[in-house]
């Protein structure tokens, strides 16, 4: 048997594990190491399996990923994101279809803080989603903005995805952050334009009549709540983007930054900044973990030289780079279904991108494709991870969900062909 066609099966089996609910990280881990004792022995597959991980995941770059989820935690929990969204409220609460606008403005905001998608959506499931009932929204509208609004975290700096996708090629996680600012912008920009679109096609899903009224002084109040995040945006992202400092010192400026202003605005509790240290906690575990498995599993993959053979034979097919992007983009699409975010990247990076690469595709303008194909994927059913993540805090049904999020979707069909298209959307800054 062939080392690429061993390399065939082990995916198939690595599959097999993934949807039989084995860990992915172990999942990728164990199969790994089962196809280098067979093709390189006992003693080499465990000096890997020894060495590898530890080598790989203690590089300086992985601190980005604790604190930046740390800061976002703090945020969440010590109710910065109910204050955006209030302040959105007053702001354009008036209009028709206003507090499903300011959902979606809320969870780009949001987003530059948390960096994730299920975060958006539980804290915008908790606080926008019942004031859009009270105020006779369709409960259609109301469970699709605020599911398909919870995508745009993966899109806007800071960025988990970025990360990842960043360390797994090598390609800088600063250039990723800003390609990303635009991208994510345009988001917000056609959900909005998708919202007020259904208000008018479909007048019932919004309120007859609006009832969101506040007077200018209150709309100065309620902004004056947000300037801790504002702060927060500006510094992570200006600081970047000027090259005052990196990304991993970014990071740690942000996680201080986020318990200094929690605490200054009295928000910061003993039990809030424990909770917030545990879920740091958790989500750096799994995530670690799944790194660790995928570099076991793609040291594998290049010693089979399978990711090398189908780069090779996809570039002799002579396809254009239009019918191969779009090749990718359906592969991601459905891979985004069934898979996590992160996973499907780890998974699937180590075959795809010299793939890219050998088409003369640019990597960054990629790694901003990529992330939003599988953004697109977790509101798409029947697995939308989103979908769900609202169903069990809002209550619900899904059927009603995935029945608000297709608009949604129309609108990413759009926004992903305009970024495919045209490129210097995402570069344009990195330039």
Avoid at 103 to 129: E, K, N
Wanted: charge should be neutral; proline fraction near 5%; charged fraction near 10%.
């Amino acid at each position: 048997m062939s080392s690429q066609m061993l390399g065939l099966i082990s995916i198939v089996l690595l599959l097999v594990l993934i949807f039989s609910r084995v860990w992915v990280s172990m999942s990728m881990a164990l199969v790994g190491f089962l196809g280098l004792v067979y093709m390189d022995g006992l003693g080499k597959a465990l000096t890997v399996v020894g060495t590898e991980p530890i080598s790989a995941i203690s590089d300086y770059s992985y601190i980005t990923i604790p604190l930046f989820i740390f800061m976002g935690t703090i945020v969440s929990n010590t109710g910065l994101g109910e204050d955006l969204y209030r302040a959105a409220r007053m702001w354009v609460g008036q209009v028709r279809g206003g507090l499903a606008i300011a959902s979606v403005a809320v969870s780009g905001v949001f987003a530059a803080i948390s960096g994730s998608s299920t975060a958006s959506v539980a804290t915008l499931g908790t606080v926008a989603y019942p004031e859009m009932v009270k105020e006779k929204y369709d409960s259609r509208l109301a469970s699709g903005c605020i599911a398909a609004g919870g995508t745009i975290g993966i899109l806007i700096p800071p960025s988990i995805g970025f990360i990842i996708y960043g360390l797994l090629t090598e390609n800088s996680i600063g250039k990723l952050f800003i390609a990303g600012i635009i991208p994510g912008i345009l988001q917000v920009v056609f959900y909005m334009v998708t919202i007020f679109v259904i208000c008018v096609i479909k007048p019932d899903w919004g309120p007859t009549a609006p009832k969101v009224e506040a007077t200018l002084g209150q709309k100065l109040s309620a902004a004056k709540n947000t300037w801790p995040v504002v702060i927060l945006v500006i510094v992570i992202l200006g600081g970047i983007y000027t090259g005052v400092f990196t990304p991993n010192e970014a990071a740690a400026v942000g996680a201080f930054g986020a318990i200094v202003l929690s605490f200054m605005g009295r928000r910061l509790t003993w039990n809030n900044l424990v909770e917030s240290v545990g879920q740091t906690v958790q989500n750096t575990a799994m995530i670690m973990l799944m790194m660790a498995g995928a570099y076991i599993f793609m040291r594998y993959l290049a010693v089979s030289r399978l990711p090398a053979v189908i780069s090779a034979y996809i570039v002799d097919l002579h396809l254009s780079k239009a019918t191969l992007m779009l090749s990718i983009a359906v592969f991601y699409l459905i891979t985004g279904c069934f898979l996590d975010v992160y996973a499907a990247m780890i998974l699937t990076l180590p075959i795809v991108y010299p793939i890219v690469i050998g088409a003369g595709f640019d990597p960054i303008w990629f790694g901003v494709i990529m992330v939003r194909l599988l953004e697109v994927g977790i509101i798409t059913p029947p697995f939308g991870l989103n979908c769900f993540v609202f169903n069990k805090i809002a209550g619900v049904p899904l059927k009603t969900v995935f029945t608000g999020i297709a608009p949604f979707l129309v609108a990413d069909f759009f926004h992903l062909l305009l970024l495919m298209l045209v490129p210097s959307l995402s570069l344009y800054l990195v330039k």
